[in-house]
T-cell receptor, first 117, second 111 residues
Framework: GAVVSQHPSRVICKSGTSVKIECRSLDFQATTMFWYRQFPKQSLMLMATSNEGSKATYEQGVEKDKFLINHASLTLSTLTVTSAHPEDSSFYICSARTSGGNTGELFFGEGSRLTVL | GIQVEQSPPDLILQEGANSTLRCNFSDSVNNLQWFHQNPWGQLINLFYIPSGTKQNGRLSATTVATERYSLLYISSSQTTDSGVYFC?????????????FGEGTQLTVNP
């Protein structure tokens, strides 16, 4: 069964609003979670590394003020897309290791498809 | 960063056929994973295989770390095997690690 769960799976919002996506580790604690973004017909690109109890590490070119990440507990990381615009429409997917840390196999959530009107 | 190349980019098979997907990477890695992305977007873990050979039913994978490539074998393909297959690699470093994906192989299995 799934070890990483995301919610919501689909969300449609109006331009200018903010959207929060949750990523939960099931039955294990994750000090580190990863957020990826995938545009249609393309590969997955890492956006940021979410660290429990500290600031997220963003990849080059990813706006930290636009994509707010909060890893407030060992089982939950959230990604908030602030003041969303149509170009933010994408598939967002999180991942974590059942080992909890920075080594070992990665498992992915079901993904969240964001459509900004 | 590490470069990951997958081939072929597209593959069309008749049901029952066998196929081999390839993943080349540009540097030594600690982690290599194969995924199947289903039509709903979910990434299904197929293999965690930084080296060696593994088999799971009709699927098997081999990674030759010293030559920096991995192969995914699909035997007796079924229509449900259709989708995108991704190879992803990672180096574990004290400064942090990141899983880098290839561009994927789009597999279509026709009945």
């Amino acid at each position: 069964g799934a070890v990483v769960s995301q919610h919501p799976s689909r969300v449609i919002c109006k331009s200018g609003t903010s959207v929060k996506i949750e990523c939960r580790s099931l039955d294990f604690q994750a000090t580190t979670m990863f957020w990826y973004r995938q545009f249609p017909k393309q590969s997955l690109m890492l956006m940021a590394t979410s660290n429990e109890g500290s600031k997220a590490t963003y990849e080059q070119g990813v706006e930290k003020d636009k994509f707010l990440i909060n890893h407030a507990s060992l089982t939950l990381s959230t990604l908030t897309v602030t003041s969303a615009h149509p170009e933010d429409s994408s598939f967002y997917i999180c991942s974590a290791r059942t080992s909890g840390g920075n080594t070992g196999e990665l498992f992915f959530g079901e993904g969240s498809r964001l459509t900004v009107l | 960063g590490i470069q990951v190349e997958q081939s072929p980019p597209d593959l069309i098979l008749q049901e029952g056929a066998n196929s081999t997907l390839r993943c080349n990477f540009s540097d030594s890695v600690n982690n290599l994973q194969w995924f199947h992305q289903n039509p709903w977007g979910q990434l299904i873990n197929l293999f965690y295989i930084p080296s060696g050979t593994k088999q799971n039913g009709r699927l098997s994978a081999t990674t030759v770390a010293t030559e920096r490539y991995s192969l995914l074998y699909i035997s007796s393909s079924q229509t449900t095997d259709s989708g995108v297959y991704f190879c992803a690699v990672e180096r574990w470093e004290t400064s942090g690690s990141r899983l880098t994906f290839g561009e994927g192989t789009q597999l279509t299995v026709n009945p």
